[in-house]
């Protein structure tokens, strides 16, 4: 037994709620359950955390790297967790020692970082092994990834940027509604790359009077700007007009963001993320599996190949891009896809809800381009990316696999190279 739970003490793995920007990448990466959440703040289960750091290095703020040393039989619940607005201090030694915790137990938790597994984790865990997408995915960028800068804003000190654009991206007229916005910083340091995210604060509160926290949007422009040489980002934000059930409901900040007007200004955090990153090393290939609003790192990426392939001083390897919408209508930049040289980027598009047409996913024409796909895998410099709602996930990972054993490869050591390389990058939510 670990000593120190036997001590009756324990190391309480805690999210920071002033940090977080409550982009679900703990909860979705956690392997045991132990993170869950409600409309205020994301949590950990004392009782189900193994410490197992799986949700440490995928966190874009740091906000889920935080620890408390606690009695065991004061372990904060859930629902304290839940309406907290910022973390509580460290347990001072007289108040440790108050609870009957010996003066050399906190060290002795800091050594697990958490309690041993317990009967409720050992509940959350499958009897049988069950294919988990999200193990494949790569926490480190590629080897040739330039240096990602993070966290210049945090949520407690935002920085200003100045509405300069605002386009609907898809087909007017149309229920659903996709914007390209375009911000800019004028003097103030923003440097992002592509693969990176930034947080916009809408104004207000909320429902109980909190101010609303930031929400999280993947920049859609390459390095050097929307427009080349200038402080700006792009974002793609898809106007959120009802929920997951579909019924009514007005996201807050989309609609906040897609109503913006030339002029306006607008409160930003981070830039977030260290390894949703472009290879640099000539003749790396992308291939780049998308839906919707999912498309607005690969519009970056490609933009910035397109860039250095019309300056003449990279030579790029292959761009295969599978993109998945309801309909072409609602297919965010197709007007622009089309325009892309053939020789340059290979298009691959799937739409689910066209009516009179069978319904065809990413994942199907992944499998209808499996000779492609898998010369791409048996190469080194083969990098993939994955973006969009959470429900793509499984099924792009499984098509990969499909793909490696169908042409003889070992999916397991294919998956574990993938990962441990930085060359399967999973941004799903």
Not at 268 to 277: E, I
Request: charged share 20%.
């Amino acid at each position: 037994m670990d000593m120190a739970v036997e001590a009756g003490v324990i190391k309480q793995h805690l999210i920071d709620p002033e940090i977080c920007i409550r982009c679900n990448t703990c909860e979705a990466t956690c392997p045991v359950n132990a993170i869950t959440h409600d409309d205020n703040n994301y949590v950990v289960r004392a009782d189900i955390c193994n410490g197992c750091m799986a949700c440490i290095s995928p966190c874009p703020t740091g906000s889920i790297d935080n620890w408390r040393t606690m009695p065991l039989v004061r372990a904060y619940t859930i629902e304290e967790q839940l309406t907290w607005e910022e973390l509580p201090a460290e347990l001072t030694p007289e108040e440790l020692e108050a609870a009957g915790v010996p003066a050399d137990a906190g060290d002795e938790a800091g050594a697990s970082a958490a309690p041993s597994p317990t009967q409720a984790q050992a509940a959350v865990e499958p009897i049988e092994a069950v294919f988990n997408s999200a193990q494949y995915g790569a926490t480190v960028p590629p080897w040739s990834a330039a240096h990602a800068y993070t966290n210049l804003f945090p949520p407690k000190t935002p920085t200003t940027a100045t509405v300069v654009g605002n386009f609907n991206c898809t087909e007017a007229g149309f229920e659903s509604e996709t914007h390209h916005i375009v911000l800019d910083f004028g003097v103030v340091p923003f440097p992002v790359l592509e693969g990176q995210s930034i947080g916009i604060v809408p104004p207000g509160v909320d429902a109980i009077g909190k101010r609303h926290h930031a929400r999280q949007y993947s920049v859609a422009s390459p390095r050097n700007g929307e427009r080349p040489g200038y402080n700006n980002v792009s974002l793609t934000v898809k106007r959120v007009t009802e929920d997951h059930q579909g019924d009514p409901v007005l996201g807050v900040c989309s609609n906040y963001v897609c109503d913006l007007k030339v002029g306006d200004t607008v409160q930003v955090v981070g830039p977030f993320g260290v390894s949703f990153l472009m290879p640099n090393h000539p003749k790396s290939h992308i291939v780049m599996i998308c839906t919707g609003t999912g498309s607005a790192p690969m519009r970056a990426m490609t933009e910035w190949r397109r860039r250095l392939r019309k300056s003449g001083k990279f030579e790029g390897g292959k761009l295969m891009l599978f993109f998945g919408a309801r309909t072409q209508q609602e297919l965010p930049y197709f007007g622009p896809l089309q325009s892309l040289p053939k020789d340059f980027i290979d298009i691959n598009l799937a739409f689910s809800r066209t009516p009179g047409s069978p319904k065809r996913y990413v994942q199907d024409l992944m499998r209808e381009r499996a000779a492609d796909l898998a010369a791409l895998l048996k190469d080194g410099s083969s990098h993939f990316y994955v973006c969009g709602l959470k429900s793509m996930e499984e099924g792009v990972v499984l098509a990969l696999r499909d793909v490696a054993t169908e042409a003889g490869l070992d999916w397991d050591t294919v998956g574990a190279s993938l990962k441990r390389e930085g060359r399967l990058h999973l941004e799903t939510y």
